[in-house]
């Protein structure tokens, strides 16, 4: 194996600026509301921040404290630390599960980051106004609509703008971990907060700006948010909801990038002895404060005040169209729409951008410390694999089908697979004692001994019970509402693979998974071949004799 100089940020601020990085992304603007209005506000918020408490802190602990201790091994990548933590030879098959989910998600994700790109450029060429119809714009744009054509380069087409963001995801990888995704996220997160404050200003401020609609101001938008009840239902009737549950989970993991090897991987750069237990609760803190305080705060009474209850209601669950179409479009009419229109879009490109970059790092790390690739080399095999990827999302765009399957299986599924395996290991395989003795040393702050508890049964119970509520709700298709008549409906996801008439493009997108699939558990088969004669040709490497890193 080649000697390589040790990657590491410039110091725990750099591994919390870049974990911010990765968690603030497009759930936190456009995810975050969109599920929000669907289930109504008040009471969904209820179960997201219980999901926080009792999976979001855990898991990014977990994750923190197990990337630190690979990081000593000399491993990098979720399959390399779970393999030098655990010694059992599943272990690095779970962890390959994080290769697969992030660059999966990658090959959609730069879709839309890639719409953010076109978008901010065409709003700073001033190509839109007051009368600029966003959803034929996007129609366009995207290929989605009828008369879409999906590849196409004009300024007004996803083509030109995928490759750019493409490119550049590629060029910062390429520099590294200080120099490209730390520098990346040391300008991005600052400029797209001052974005967010200017935006956040402007609807703040709005107060009622239909005075014949006394109802539709900020209050009650923001009203609309946090009221756990509507009039006439109590909360009870809301929480009653299964599907209220499982989208807070689902919300929570994507949004703090949890059950997937980002934060594994970047954990794995810091020191033995740097903090990890305050760190991870900084970086989920800042990510909260952007998902609730500007995502939240910005778009439902945005959306609230100019489009009422009913239109915000309209909205429920469709995350692109509240980003891409409505919310652009709200923003046009207020004064100074076109000025926010570029700050819009120019947020949501920097947010998305320092999110891509982090689901590249761990099959980078992956690479070169699996095949043993240099890093020319392994950014070179990822770009091939997840252009392939992206192509075939950008190819089948009509009705964004490739995108929404994908996202389907791999955010739901997939997530929870890897996250409750994290969670297992870290309570019950190292043991919660021993793996909290790790996550305290060194933590400048003090972790309190109900952790214990929390991380090692009630974590895992509830994981399973999300997954279980999954399963019965959304692949067997029993709608069940607690003290309400129960219905029966396979989801669309599974129909369109098995149903009586399935949609070739989504049994396409399955195949494209399952191939993805096999080719990462034959690249981790083959690293943990090579990690076994390296094992037992030099003493493993310890704290203690460093230079064997
Ligand atoms: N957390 C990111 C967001 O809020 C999205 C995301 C999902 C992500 N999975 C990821 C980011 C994996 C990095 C790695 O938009």
Known sequence: MTLRTPEAWTGRFGAILAVAGSAVGLGNFIRFPAQAAQYGGGAFMLAYFASFLIIGIPLVWAEWTLGRMGGKHGYHSAAGV??????????????????LIVTLIFVYYISIEAWCLGYTVNALLGRFDGSTDYGAFFGTFVGAGANGSAIAFGLGDLGLFLLATFALNFYFIHRGISRGIETVCRYALPALLALALVILARVLTLGTPDPTKPDQNVINGLGFLWNPSKPGLSVFDDLANPQLWLAAASQVFFSLSIGMGVIITYASYLKPRDDVALSGLTAAAANEACEVGIGGTLTVPAAYVFLGASGVAALAGQTIGLGFIALPQVLANMPGGQALAVCYFGLLFLAALTSSLSMLQPGIALLEEGPGFDRGRSVGLLALLTALGAAFVWYFSADLKALDTIDFWVANVLIFIQATAVIIVF?????????????????????????????????????????????????????????????????????????PEPSAVARASFA???????????????????????????????????SSR
């Not at 779970?82 to 290769?99: D, E, I, N």
């Open 427 to 499: 309570g019950w395989v190292i043991g919660i004692k021993q793996g909290l003795a790790e996550t305290r040393r060194g933590a400048k702050m003090h972790v309190p001994d109900f952790v214990g508890p929390v991380m090692k049964y009630l974590c895992p119970a509830y994981l399973l019970a999300i997954f279980g509520l999954f399963v019965v709700n959304k692949i067997v298709g029993w709608n069940f509402r607690f003290g309400a008549d129960a219905a029966f409906s396979p989801s669309g996801y599974v129909t369109d693979l098995v149903g």
């Open 512 to 546: 494209l998974i399952v191939a993805f699939l096999i080719f990462t558990l034959l690249l981790v088969r083959h690293s943990a071949r090579r990690w076994q004669a390296r094992a037992n040709l030099t003493p493993a490497p310890s704290p203690l004799n460093p």
């Open 82 to 99: 779970l393999h030098s933590v655990v010694h059992r030879p599943w272990a690095k098959y779970l962890g390959g599960l994080g290769f």
